[in-house]
């Protein structure tokens, strides 16, 4: 059997077994290692007949450039990290997703980092995870990305970094993506009151983090500015978790008083009504309608169809890495990603 050649320059690439190398890729070219660099680099000082010699043995032989190698070399990473401490799976699923779909073909790879925000040193194990990869710049994702406390060690540090949060701050460091949440749960007690819905429950998630704050806040004021509202007992805050959607539920399904609605924080908790709802002989939407907040990949797969507030999770993670890899250090003007309620079947109007 004749021995394969490289297309490139006819010469046969070495069947070691081992991944080949920048200087391999040189050799077989018969170009110097720095032309290599520049072409994995986009460098504009290439010849483009060389630039596509070189870029067709580097797919022939399976060649892709160390992300670590390459820092060193540069003295700069090609590492993007993402810090994140959210209990909802789907979410940081999405967000590293739109992370990838922005350093697709870039040079930059990801790294993760989950935390404890309430363990007291969690701060130190950030710092620590920056310094030894020597990440180019981070992502913080709720509820990471509300700690001014972290944002302000980032500064410290000079590395450049990225916030998501569902509200503005007033960080001049930062480059923020601002989410809304707000907005989004006031469209959901604006579609609610549309349908006649008076008595209203609220299952929210934990008061620790900002964004389910700020969904209680846009939900509760929306309603009051049209002349509603939310008792206190009929708000129950719960963990963002589908079992605690559940423990949640039981206890405003309990009474012989029922409210014709709940509205939750995001859809883990509003599948745990879901199930309760079918355990006490309640019908979704006919004696109960149920809004989500997220709508993730769940809301569509639930029976019926849960109507939720979308908010583009992997946009936001595709904005947020892409400020970072941008050129410059120039400040940036803040993101915005604006949810909005995708209504299904759910919802209807109160018996």
Sequence with gaps: MPRKTSAATGTRPASTGKPATINDIARLAGVSKKTVSRIINNSPLVRKDTREKVEA?????????DPLARGLAFRRSFLIGMVYDNPTAQYIVD????????????????VVHPCDTRSPGYIDGVRRFVQQQKLHGVMLVPRASEDQNLADMLAELGVRYTRILPMGVDDQDARLVVTHDRDGAA??????????????????????????V??????????????????KARIIEAGYTFESGVAAAEKLLAGKKRPTAIFCGNDEMAAGVYKVAMRTGLSIPRDLSVIGFDDS????????SLTSVRRHTRDTGRIAATMLIRAGNAPMPVASVR??????DSCQPPA
């Design 57 to 65: 043995l580097m797919r022939e032989v399976g060649y892709t450039p």
């Design 95 to 110: 967000m590293q997703y739109g992370a990838l779909d922005a350093l697709r073909d870039s040079g930059y790879e990801l």
């Design 187 to 212: 469209e959901a007690a604006d579609y609610l009151l549309t349908l006649g819905h008076r008595d209203i429950a609220l299952i929210t998630g934990p008061s620790a983090y900002r964004s389910a």
């Design 214 to 231: 700020e969904r209680t806040a846009g939900f509760v004021e929306a309603l009051a500015s049209r002349g509603g509202s939310v008792p």
């Design 297 to 304: 990949p769940l809301a569509s797969r639930l029976w019926p």
């Design 339 to 344: 949810p909005h309620l995708v209504v299904r």
